[in-house]
């Protein structure tokens, strides 16, 4: 069994930054697949980004390209969010995942689908006002 813990949410105005950061104990980590989700009020959880194993390969919703970047550190056995030029629709919960199941070759099918994520976070808070 893993342990997640993040961190890093707040309040934030429209087009500034955070950093989410979201640390794994229990198990050896750097053989997981990590993801991050959100849920806004009212809404189902979505896939967010995703990183592989060594962290070479990222994946990552339409929605965030371009202002996101998941990262991964195996020695400190963390995962971190950057979120840049952030959004009043960014607004949610944030929630890391791991993954030991998944196998072969990623793909953003697979990165993305929730039931292929065995331990999840508690979740941070992310506020973004405009």
């Known amino acids: 069994q893993v342990q997640l813990v993040e961190s890093g949410g707040g309040l934030v105005q429209a087009g500034g930054s955070l950093r989410l950061s979201c640390a794994a104990s229990g198990r050896t980590f750097s053989g997981s697949i990590m993801g991050w989700f959100r849920q806004a009020p009212g809404d189902e959880r979505e896939f967010v980004a995703a990183?592989?194993?060594?962290?070479?390969?990222?994946y990552y919703a339409d929605s965030v390209k371009g202002r996101f970047t998941i990262s991964r550190d195996n020695a400190k056995s963390t995962v971190y969010l950057q979120m840049n030029n952030l959004k009043p629709e960014d607004t949610a919960v944030y929630y890391c995942?791991?993954?030991?199941?998944?196998?072969?070759?990623?793909?953003?099918?697979?990165?993305?689908?929730?039931?292929?994520?065995?331990?999840w976070g508690q979740g941070t808070q992310v506020t973004v006002s405009s």
């Open positions: 990183i592989s194993r060594t962290g070479r390969t990222t």
């Open positions: 995942a791991v993954s030991f199941s998944i196998i072969g070759a990623l793909n953003i099918a697979i990165v993305r689908t929730e039931t292929n994520y065995g331990s």
